[in-house]
C-alpha cells in the first residue's frame, strides 16, 4: 500500500526518572518489566561476574554494556523502532 509505514525491527528503551534513556539488548518491554520487578519479589540477583548484588539493585546488558540499575528509579520500559520505519513508495 502507497505511503503505509513498515517497521522492521523493535528495540526497548528504559526511561530511568530523570528522564534518561538506555537501549536495552535482547529483551522487548514486557520481558524487562518482568526482569525489572525480580527484585520485589525477594529473588536474590547475581551479577553477570557472579557475585550477589546489594538488595534492589540488578544488572541488565544495554547496547552499550552492561549496567547497575535501581528499579526503583525507572519510570517506564517501552518497545521503540530499531530503526527509521521504511515508508513504501508508490510506483
Not at 68 to 90: C, G, K, R, S
Request: charge should be negative.
Amino acid at each position: 500500500m502507497a505511503g503505509h509505514a513498515t517497521l522492521w525491527n523493535m528495540a526497548t528503551e528504559m526511561v530511568f526518572s530523570g528522564g534518561h534513556r538506555v537501549r536495552v539488548a535482547t529483551t522487548n518491554a514486557e520481558g524487562l518489566t518482568v526482569t525489572l520487578n525480580r527484585p520485589k519479589r525477594g529473588e536474590a540477583i547475581r551479577s553477570a561476574r557472579g557475585s550477589t548484588l546489594p538488595p534492589g539493585w540488578m544488572e541488565v546488558e544495554t547496547d552499550e554494556g552492561p549496567i547497575f540499575v535501581n528499579p526503583d528509579q525507572v519510570a517506564y520500559v517501552q518497545d521503540i523502532p530499531d530503526q527509521e520505519p521504511v515508508t513504501d513508495l508508490p510506483g
